[in-house]
């Protein structure tokens, strides 16, 4: 057993546990140790170099908290190429949507340029997680004054019929239709994506507080029955 692997056992919340582990259900509960995000946040930031390097290089985690340690510390790289190299290796051992969605790196807005040409590539990916990934990374970094329409043009192609996927679809849907509405109202009103995204996608949006009720009203008559 590694000095991480004990920290992080030390660290375990049964209570949170209990209440955690149904919300992952693609998790295998063995792996599932229970530590609240805030402490593996603050540890990965604390953890030395050495140790850090180390541990990015031990892939597959045993733990379901090591892949969102992991996630954290990819979270906090701060050169770009050394972002990249490592996502690249990380996402084809995330499993499930916890994972994925905590790789959020600040970082990226100076890099959006090149950044873009990646999110095309993972976007063709048949792995699960990369492309959600990828769809994740539009909706953080690419709406708003850095939304182009060729953005969603390349969602609407994915082949990839996933309910993981078609889940972060219909969130950057939502999104999109709270900072960029006249460009994704297009895609809702000629059906571009399947009935279950494009339903959840009016479900998610009808709750978000970032869309009018103006716009919330005509949403809901442009769900598909």
Not at 78 to 89: A, L, N
Not at 197 to 206: F, G, L, P, R, W
Request: aromatic share 14%; charged share 30%.
């Amino acid at each position: 057993m590694t000095s991480i692997q004990k920290y992080l056992l030390s660290q375990k919340d049964q209570k949170y546990r209990v209440f955690t582990l149904p919300l992952i259900p693609n998790t295998d509960e063995k792996t599932f140790i229970g530590v609240r995000l805030p402490i593996l946040k603050k540890y990965a930031k604390e953890l030395e170099v050495k140790d850090r390097e180390e541990f990015l290089n031990s892939l597959p985690h045993q733990y379901h908290e090591e892949n969102v340690l992991h996630a954290f510390i990819l979270s906090n790289i701060k050169d770009y190429d050394e972002f990249i190299k490592r996502v690249d290796v990380f996402l084809p051992y995330v499993s499930n949507w916890s994972v994925c969605d905590t790789i959020c790196n600040k970082h990226l807005y100076k890099h959006l340029d090149r950044l873009i040409k990646e999110i095309y590539a993972w976007l063709k990916s048949k792995e699960v997680y990369r492309v959600r990934y990828a769809v994740k990374c539009l909706m953080n970094y690419y709406l708003g004054d850095e939304f182009k329409e060729g953005h969603l043009l390349r969602v609407e192609e994915i082949k990839l019929d996933e309910y993981y996927v078609k889940m972060m679809v219909a969130w950057y849907l939502a999104t999109g239709l709270a900072k960029n509405y006249d460009s994704f109202i297009k895609a809702i009103e000629e059906k571009k994506f399947d009935k279950f995204t494009h339903n959840k996608a009016i479900q998610k949006a009808v709750e978000s507080y970032r869309v009018s009720e103006e716009h919330k009203t005509y949403l809901k008559s442009l769900k598909v029955k």
